[in-house]
């Protein structure tokens, strides 16, 4: 049997990613409409060429803190070339690692736990069914076709149309004759003469000196002497005043 085998670029996405996550210290961010702006992590961008069978990868990963932040990216790069071999037969060309987050894991990630972590996906092996008896397929009676019955076609009515109405002449009017228009003759230009301009006088303002202000000196008040006032006490008796 002959034949090519050829992966997708979101086949590859989910082997580069998935490879990026089974390295402890990488953490999984996962994008929502309540966090519009956020990027979700493992992602990554993958360039390839089946025909060749190589491919290049770019993946952008989010490493837990506190955590050996290198050494986690070394290894899921390490990863990544031999998952995609694994599983597709493709070889990696160039693998690059971003880390673009630090996200608080709650627990430390130590550097023997990056290194013990394999390289390789665990694979587990197909296993075969033994095929059964062939048993032929049951299909019904198959059904009496009917051909449908058409009517005969009935005669067509003519129509009787109108006589086209005569076509009449139309008369233009004479095109009238047109007048030359005569314009006249544009007058001579004049030069105007300006008057000579005079020159400016000097003009001397006489230094007059302001007159002093004086100002009087006040005079002292003269004490007013109030004479003694008499009062005569009144009285009210049925809404009038009584002396």
Known sequence: MTGRTRFSDKA??????AAASSVPGVVTVTSSWADIGTRSYPRCEVRSDQLAGV??????????WPSPATDVAARVQRSISSWVTALTGLRCTQ?????EQAVDAGRRVHATEVARAPDSPAL??????RAGPVVSPVTARPL???????????PLTPVPAPRPAPLR??????????RPVRTPLAAPLR??????????????IPDVPAPPIVLRRPR????????????????????RRVR
């Open 220 to 239: 002292p008040l003269t004490p007013v002497y109030v004479r003694g006032v008499r009062f005569t006490p009144t009285a009210r008796q049925g809404g």
């Open 95 to 99: 693998v690059n690692v971003t880390v």
């Open 191 to 204: 030069p105007v003469q300006l008057p000579p301009v005079a020159p400016l006088r000097p003009v001397t």
């Open 12 to 17: 590859l996405t989910k082997v580069v990613n």
């Open 124 to 129: 587990r092996p197909v296993q075969v069914r």
């Open 144 to 154: 009496r076709v009917r051909v449908p019955e058409t009517r005969p076609p009935r």
């Open 169 to 178: 002449e139309v008369a233009r009017p004479p095109t009238p004759r047109l």
């Open 55 to 64: 491919v290049q990868v770019s993946s952008f990963i989010a490493v837990a």
